[in-house]
């Protein structure tokens, strides 16, 4: 990870707080290409705060932050939405639409102009991925949670982005559907996305052999292998 | 791409179908409303424009004046760009044409030795220069003519139709200016609504990438589309009240008939709700930032 040009991920000093209440103090690690890694912590660690840096949701009180070679402190709010089209989210909060499970992960698609005739084989090639193929004239709320968790990571790959950011995927998910979502990573993965999970779920960490950043009270306290 | 918007857009008004309708009815009523101005405005400007049409002044003369003073005057009057054209009357064919008016009653003029009727002139004005300023001040210009004696005109009518005219176009251009910006204020609010109702969509479609156009596109037809359907309402409701209306009251108020509806109304109308309806969806959107 120590030369630029394979680094996907990069936080130099980075400090946010809301208010008076920091969420990230000092934060700096860095993350190659095409790697799996997690991120993990308490509830309130800072978890969720570092994803939205890296998705320009928010922007850091200090420090930079470069993704895939471009700092993103200085980026051009015009610029944001080309940005987000190469990271693919998965919401601790799911952030599906009242539309069809096809609508939902064709949107990622339709942003990008896509057309219509391109976009049906794609997204059912990914809905066979997560194994939703047959769901996908559903509405979202007629799925199980972890039928929806999956949805999700359906609209953040169908769009192949260099980067999937994943928070809480596997909250509220049964031990068997979290392994589940797991297998479905690490098959992105496979295909050269870098991942990075945030969970504060430990057991899905064990004997994974990947790369942990842990986070507590906004500081990175430990970088270490499962 | 135009498609996925449109259709977007259609199944948010079917979603919120009833908000949808309200705001449909309510644009109906705002556009009727200013169509019935609007033609009140136009109506009253046609009956005062058709009216100048027969106006004219009567020059009296005074009496002894030759051929020649005559048609000095006459040219003289004629030099003037609000006349149309002089039409002589001398003394003896004013008395012609009492008499032919007269005829049952004619023991009146029996006795009359000299003939007390002046000579005069008509003088008929073009109808695009007849207001009461610049008639009043034709007036004055040949009162001082040598040789003329009194100008008459219905000075008195003129000035009722241009004070009819002016108070018209004041209050009418008022009314609709009030009831057009009424029009987008409903919209506006109901977009805004709208807006808020789908903030979490409109986040959501932010963090996936989606340009402002993207997210506008859907609310702009949207907003469109229930403005056109109040155009077309109150399209409807115009044409069925004024035809409803000559078929009421044609035979108790014959004026009722002269009274007429452009069919321009037909397609003006739901243009000016599709218009109005995308700018106060416009600007319910406002900036989007990311």
Known sequence: MENSDHIMIAFEGVSKSYGHNPALRDVSFSMGKGELCFLTGPSGAGKSTLLKLIYLAERPDEGIITLNGVEMNTVRESRIPWIRRKIGIVFQDFKLLPRTVFDNVALTLRIRGMHEADIRPIVHDTLKLVNLRHKADSLPTALSGGEQQRVVIARAIVGEPSVLLADEPTGNLDPDTAAGIMRVFREINARGTTILVATHNTELLKSTGNFIFRLDGGRLKEELYA | ?290
């Open chain 2, 1 to 290: 791409m135009m498609g996925y918007h449109v259709s977007v857009a259609l199944s948010g008004i079917w979603r919120e179908k009833w908000i949808n309708i309200l705001c449909a009815l309510s644009i109906a009523v705002g556009l009727f409303l200013l169509a019935i101005a609007s033609l009140g405005v136009y109506n009253i400007e046609m009956a005062t424009s058709r009216l100048p049409e027969k106006f004219s002044m009567t020059v009296y003369l005074k009496d002894g004046l030759s051929a020649d003073e005559v048609q000095g005057i006459t040219e003289e009057i004629n030099k003037s760009p609000e006349v149309k054209s002089v039409q002589y009357t001398s003394k003896d064919d004013a008395l012609k044409e009492l008499k032919t008016i007269m005829r049952n009653s004619d023991y009146i003029l029996e006795g009359l030795d000299d003939n007390p009727l002046p000579a005069s002139m008509t003088v008929a004005l073009k109808e695009a220069s007849v207001t009461d300023i610049s008639v009043k001040k034709l007036a004055e210009n040949i009162e001082d003519l040598k040789g003329v004696s009194e100008v008459e005109y219905g000075r008195r009518l003129l000035e009722v139709i241009e004070s009819v005219r002016k108070n018209t176009q004041l209050i009418g251009g008022f009314l609709i200016g009030a009831l057009a910006a009424a029009v987008i204020f409903i919209c506006y609010s109901t977009v805004k609504i709208l807006f808020y109702r789908k903030m979490n969509e409109v986040e959501t479609l932010k963090l996936l990438g989606s340009t402002r156009w993207f997210i506008r596109a859907p609310f702009l037809i949207e907003g469109g589309l229930i403005g056109l359907a109040g155009g077309l309402l109150s399209a409807a409701a115009v044409v069925g009240v004024v035809y409803a209306g000559y078929r009421r009251f044609e035979a108790s108020l014959p004026m009722i008939g002269s009274l007429s509806l452009p069919p321009e109304v037909l397609y003006w109308l739901p243009a000016t709700g599709l218009c109005l309806g995308i700018i106060g969806s416009f600007i319910a959107i406002g900036r989007i930032r990311f």
